[in-house]
């Protein structure tokens, strides 16, 4: 957009740095929240491995179980549990991260959209500044030619 007023037009430039910052902080978020999403999976996948695992200790589909196999079971039913602990952290650590990078985002996204609501009313005073000009000049006119 082109601006007609001086001022509107330093402040376009401000504009659009901070239109850039604010792409800048939605790709941040948007980046955050993919990870966010993927470590979910992550964490529903392990729990349903534990799941499984589980089932099968307490539901054998043949008759026969080893001590043993139950044993290992177990003890791998452990080590993902310990994962999710980990995932669960993880998971803790990238909202907080997903919500600082969300507050950054809106920060710059308002400030933004009032840099430019000010800039339109800026624009909108020059205009009717202009107007009322050429309303004087033509009344002037009008009264020299009687």
Do not use: C
């Not at 600082?100 to 909108?124: G, N, P, T, W």
């Amino acid at each position: 957009m082109t601006y007609q007023h001086p001022r509107s037009k330093r402040l376009a430039v401000v504009l659009n740095l901070k239109r850039r910052e604010e792409k800048e902080a939605l790709q941040r978020w948007g980046d955050i929240e993919q990870r966010l999403t993927a470590e979910r999976d992550k964490r529903t996948q392990l729990d349903t491995y534990a799941q499984e695992y589980r089932r099968q200790i307490t539901s054998p589909a043949d008759q026969s179980v080893a001590a043993g196999q139950i044993h290992n079971s177990l003890e791998f039913i452990g080590q993902i549990e310990t994962a999710l602990a980990q995932q669960d952290t993880q998971l803790k650590e990238l909202e907080a991260l997903s919500q600082r990078a969300r507050d950054a985002y809106l920060e710059v996204h308002h400030k933004a959209d009032a840099l430019e609501s000010m800039i339109d009313k800026l624009e909108e005073e020059h205009k009717l500044t202009i107007s009322r000009a050429e309303q004087r000049e033509a009344d002037e006119w009008a009264n020299r030619r009687r």
